[in-house]
């Protein structure tokens, strides 16, 4: 299977694709100079959360313009949603914390402590928790939604990178020093099911087509996989570029994407029987290895900034390396079709 899977990628990297027909639309300033790590799109409240250094700094969708931020925080990563309670969850890895904010005022109305390093977070509605990853803890830390306390915490015995729900009680996560993906029941707070990611190295990004049952795990040997939810079985395998860190799947246009560090976006649409093409990569800027995705105008807002040149020795001592920031150069991506 593994060899298969390494053929039809090598097949599909010499073969002409198809345009992915999503291009630059417009470019949106936004205010600070921090790094920063995921956004998410909410598509019926209009408003998108993107995670600046130490602050949630909220766009409205319709009028591309700056609302407000949630701040002061610390160093956070992820952003989850509860419109029925009308709460967000901010996974303030910095604070070892998960830090809870009013949707509608953007008000903080309290602080749950989790673990150290909490960074991809997700809420699971059908037991009505907010689940927190932490790689440097290994674990997973569950909170009652309506509550606002810590209902309970799990050992995933590896290293949880990022997440994806069902919606109704599995939580999917993949562990990138372990290349496996995990299936938890939420509700028990267990694990399910472990799955094998070889020849997957790294996996960074994870997104689902919940009605197809299909999981996307971006990984950094340049490969997506797609999972099968119900059995963790491998159904192909997809090309993209380097430095992945997020994905999205949307089931309005059936095209699932990954982002890539390396200044790529890299789209695959899917066919009538279920399976997905791969489309020709999308040139970004190199760094914008998150996104969001707004699923009713279908546009990707990717965070981006400029940066000054790294020296050749850092280069060549540390492909981790990160360049300085041009001060007054964040800001928002947006893709789009016309």
Partial sequence: MRRSLLIGTLLLLCSPLLAAGYHLMRT???????????????????????????????VDLDSDTLVGQVAPLQGIHGVALNPALGRGYISDGKAGAVVVFDLKTLAIIKSIKAKPGVDAIAFEPASGQVVAFSGEAGAAVFIDAAKGEVAGTLDLGGKPEFCAV??????????????????IDAQARKVLSRSSLAPGQEPSSLSMDVEGGTLFVGC????????????GKMKASLPIGAKVDASAYDPGTGMVFHSCGDGTLWAAVKGEKGN??????????PGSRTMALDL???????????????PLSAT????????KMIPGSFKLLVFGKD
């Fill in 276 to 285: 997905f093409s791969p489309l020709a990569p999308v040139h970004t800027q």
């Fill in 296 to 310: 009713k105008t279908h546009l990707l807002f990717l965070p981006a900034a400029d940066f000054e040149p790294l």
């Fill in 316 to 323: 060549a001592k540390d492909e981790h390396s990160r360049p």
């Fill in 28 to 58: 949106l300033p936004l205010a600070g100079d921090k790094g920063w790590d995921y956004a998410i799109a909410d598509s019926a409240g209009r408003r998108l959360y993107v995670t600046h250094g130490d602050r949630v700094m909220v």
């Fill in 220 to 231: 950094h040997n340049r490969m997506a996989l797609l999972m099968d939810a119900a059995s």
């Fill in 166 to 183: 069902d919606g109704k009680g599995t939580v999917y996560v993949n562990l990138e020093d372990k290349a496996e993906l995990l299936a």
